[in-house]
């Protein structure tokens, strides 16, 4: 559900609806029930703030009160003890900067030349006490009993004799089979993911075992260990288990079922592994069988972890940021009912009579009868239809960007009975689409197309509109006067006063892939996350706010102030909209959403797998977890307002 009033519709109609139940009881078929009780979902596992850095961000480490983190420009100082606003504390430029190791006041650090050991006694003034060259560069270093120990790719692994940090000097240098991309020291011993293989070695003396993965096509990206256990995590095979009580006897001893490319912790009895939804969640309890216990979407895969208190920290390289999630308790909310039906969701719009539209791009327009969102129903497909990729209801027909079979409008009146009544096949790919005043303005690959549905049967074509990408998303933010095109690089408003002769009126170089209407308010989707506009009178968009979301953004709703927003990998982001120039987050559901629409009753999310409801946000009881920390026009992009300016966003610098 991408676009403009359906959700106002929708909700008028509802309420007439009801209104009419209430009266003629007899000969009236509503929604079911009364709006629903909402939950804070911010009582639930969440990412609570962020902070961003120059460059990409590859490790973190706790410094007293602090956090040191280092990226490819230097090593940063953080004040992290209000997620909702993070504090740059201090700074040292270290080209390269890859991975840390804090033991005390000492940081050991490896950059693009080698090792580099710094004191920290005045954290706000670092001292560089030494430099050692390496061979290779390194991805990961650990501390332990006067060493440091490097896992450096295919050049194995470096031990240096850190017992005079002013004077390191190379000890000793393994070889590996493969390739050491990270490792663990515990127990007198070193535990290498070793992409293909676990290694273990006995320090100082270099002795070695080889665990025998039982997978010839294991890809290890992590390794942590904690008691008698090792716990590697692999791209293809999830979590990976081995017995360690004998060190140099390692024995697999299972796996969890899942795939991660990022990091893994091990804090207390808790494990978190790094994957590209974000944050894995599991219960050790049982150390050689790790449980599930939730998921946390981040902003992209967190390569680094750190718990403290409530909260695990996660470095995301490919944002330059660190994302703050909020992990007490483990948990993540549970859905009102689920469909499952397998089918690739893309899409959703509710109609008046309670019955849900999905669109499962080759499955076509799934039926679903959502009046009771605790018992929802598949009823089947619309006949005739065979692609769907977005659409849009009003009143009794629904009008479907129908991929390459082009544009079609449904009488959904019988939805037992839904079937075609007709449609225009257009040039090339038809992705998105919105629907006003007798118009409907449908993408068309490189072009946007002005449709006249006034007769549904025959729908006609009045005019066009050329861009240069692939449009992805259509809103219609003035009705009969502007419409608002997105293509991922840009958002362009038309003047369409004149339907066959539309006209630009107005170019944000922005990034946004989605847009979602809800009065004089317009959310622009994007990569990087979430802009807000206000459509002034004239259809003009003033910039208002913006908020970093985790994963690629497509569609989603507005209700009271809130909205809920489909980001695929960075499942069902919830966020509070009452003050437009700052959006909050206020939670989020680890799904992978195509769409998602609301009702006064009920979430409804489509998604891989199906349909799911869930209750509606509490906005009366919760509180918003993620204030805005300053100007922020998310990472670097085109000014919109000047475009020949970039606009950038860092951390505030602690007073």
Same mark, same amino acid.
């Not at 849900?356 to 129903?377: K, M, S």
């Not at 790919?429 to 068309?444: H, M, R």
């Not at 069902?572 to 909209?577: M, S």
């Given at each position: ?30 929604? +079911? ?7 804070? =979902?911010?009582?639930? %596992?969440?990412?609570?703030?962020? +902070?961003?850095?120059?460059? $990409? ?60 050991? &710094? ?52 000890? %000793? ?12 020291? %515990? ?120 718990? $403290? ?34 089918? &690739? ?26 009046? *009771? ?30 991929? =390459? ?39 068309? #690959? ?5 449709? *006249? ?11 066009? =509109? ?23 690089? #840009? ?81 069902? #982001? ?22 998602? +629409? ?7 999310? $489509? ?49």
């Amino acid at each position: 559900m991408g676009s403009t009033r359906r959700g106002d519709a929708l909700r008028a109609a509802t309420s007439a609806l009801r209104a009419l139940t209430l009266t003629v009881t007899i000969i009236a078929v509503g929604v +079911a029930g009364a709006p629903a009780a909402g939950i804070d =979902y911010g009582d639930y %596992a969440h990412r609570a703030g962020w +902070a961003a850095l120059p460059g $990409a961000v590859w490790d973190l480490a706790p410094l007293g009160e602090a956090f040191l983190a280092a990226d490819e420009v230097g090593l940063h100082l953080l004040d992290l003890s209000l997620p909702q606003a993070p504090q740059l504390i201090g700074e040292y430029p270290l080209s390269g900067a890859r991975s840390l190791a804090v033991a005390g006041e000492r940081v050991y650090a490896i950059d693009g030349e080698g090792l580099r050991v &710094f004191s920290y006694a005045d954290p706000l003034a670092p001292v560089l006490l030494a430099s050692l060259s390496l061979p290779s560069p390194g991805l990961d270093i650990e501390v332990a009993g006067g060493l440091a120990c490097v896992a450096a790719d295919t050049a194995g692994v470096y031990v240096i004799d850190i017992g005079d940090p002013q004077a390191p000097f190379l000890r %000793a240098h393994w070889d590996t089979p493969y390739r050491a991309v990270d490792l663990a020291v %515990a127990a007198g011993h070193v535990f290498v993911a070793d992409r293909h293989s676990l290694e273990v070695f006995a320090l100082p003396t270099g002795r070695r075992a080889s665990a025998d993965l039982g997978r010839p096509d294991a890809s290890l990206h992590a390794v942590a260990v904690a008691g008698d256990y090792a716990y590697l995590i692999d791209m293809n095979f999830g979590i990976m288990v081995f017995d360690i009580s004998v060190p140099l006897a390692p024995a697999y001893a299972g796996q969890v079922e899942g795939s991660g490319d990022g990091g893994i912790l091990v804090a207390g009895d808790r494990l978190y592994s790094g994957s590209s939804p974000g944050l894995m969640i599991f219960s050790l309890e049982k150390p050689a069988r790790p449980a599930p216990l939730c998921a946390v979407n981040s902003t992209g895969v967190p390569v680094a972890l750190v718990a $403290a208190g409530e909260h695990v920290y996660a470095a995301i390289p490919e944002r330059a940021q660190i994302d703050i999630l909020d992990c007490v308790p483990p948990a993540e909310p549970l859905p009102l009912d689920e469909l499952v039906t397998y089918d &690739f969701s893309t899409d959703l719009d509710l109609a008046a009579d309670g019955y849900a539209y999905v669109a499962c791009d080759f499955d076509g327009l799934a039926i679903i009868d959502a009046r *009771d969102p605790t018992a929802l129903v598949h009823q089947g497909y619309v006949a005739g239809l065979d692609r769907a990729v977005e659409t849009v209801i009003q009143g009794e027909l629904a009008y479907v960007a129908a991929s =390459y079979d082009g544009f079609r409008i449904v009488d959904i009146s019988e939805p037992d009975g839904a079937q075609v009544i007709g449609g225009l096949p257009l040039g090339g790919y038809t992705p998105a689409l919105d629907v006003a005043g007798g118009l409907a303005f449908v993408a068309d #690959q490189t072009a946007l197309r002005v449709i *006249d549905v006034s007769e549904p049967s025959a729908p006609a074509l009045l005019g066009s =509109y050329g861009t240069s990408h692939l449009v992805t998303a259509v809103s219609v933010i003035r009705p009969g006067a502007r419409v608002a095109l997105a293509d991922g690089l #840009q958002i362009q408003v038309l003047d369409v006063g004149q339907p066959s002769q539309p006209i630009l009126a107005q170019t944000l170089p922005l990034p946004a892939h989605g847009l979602v209407l809800a009065g004089d308010l317009l959310c622009a989707l994007g990569t990087p996350g979430l802009w807000t506009f206000r459509v002034e009178p004239d259809g003009a968009l003033t910039a208002l706010g913006s908020l970093p979301l985790p994963g690629y953004p497509t569609t989603g709703d507005i209700l009271n102030g809130v909205g809920y927003f489909a980001h695929n990998s960075g499942g069902l #982001q919830i966020v509070d909209l009452r003050e437009p120039a700052q959006p909050l987050t206020l939670g989020s559901i680890p799904r992978w959403p195509g769409g998602a +629409a609301v009702r006064d009753d009920a979430l409804f999310v $489509a998604d891989f797998w199906g349909l799911a409801s869930y209750p509606l946000h509490d906005t009366a009881t919760a509180v918003p977890t993620t204030p805005a920390a300053g100007p922020q026009l998310l990472a670097s992009y085109p000014n919109p307002f000047n475009p020949t300016t970039l606009l950038g966003y860092r951390l505030p610098a602690a007073p």
